[in-house]
């Protein structure tokens, strides 16, 4: 079992560095490439650029929070509710439309 955890490519956890604007501030985000890889399709989910997405997220936890504090944790759980949401999609199976 562990393997399939230790056994994956170094590729996949290695940090990659993106500067973008988040709400108008020039700043820095640093999360594994498996991360961004997920952060990248919940942008496109959202019809959106990544750039755009992480914005809006951003303006959005400033309102409900006041601050964003560890930014990239709240994306990296951000990542796992994603994947929560698909998994629950891929184990409902498909919808069936009513007659």
Not at 51 to 68: D, M, T, W, Y
Request: aromatic share 8%; with cysteine; glycine share 8%.
């Amino acid at each position: 079992m562990c393997q399939m955890f230790a056994g994956q490519d170094p590729a996949r956890y290695e940090y990659v560095t993106r500067r973008l604007r988040l709400n108008g501030q020039s700043t820095s985000i640093r999360l594994e490439r498996a991360f961004w890889g997920i952060v990248d399709q919940m942008a496109a989910k959202d019809g959106s650029t990544t750039p755009a997405f992480l914005s809006k997220l951003h303006s959005e936890v400033l309102e409900q929070h006041g601050e964003a504090t560890n930014f990239t944790s709240l994306l990296r759980c951000a990542c796992m509710i994603h994947l929560g949401e698909l998994d629950q999609m891929a184990q409902s199976g498909p919808a069936i439309a009513a007659e």
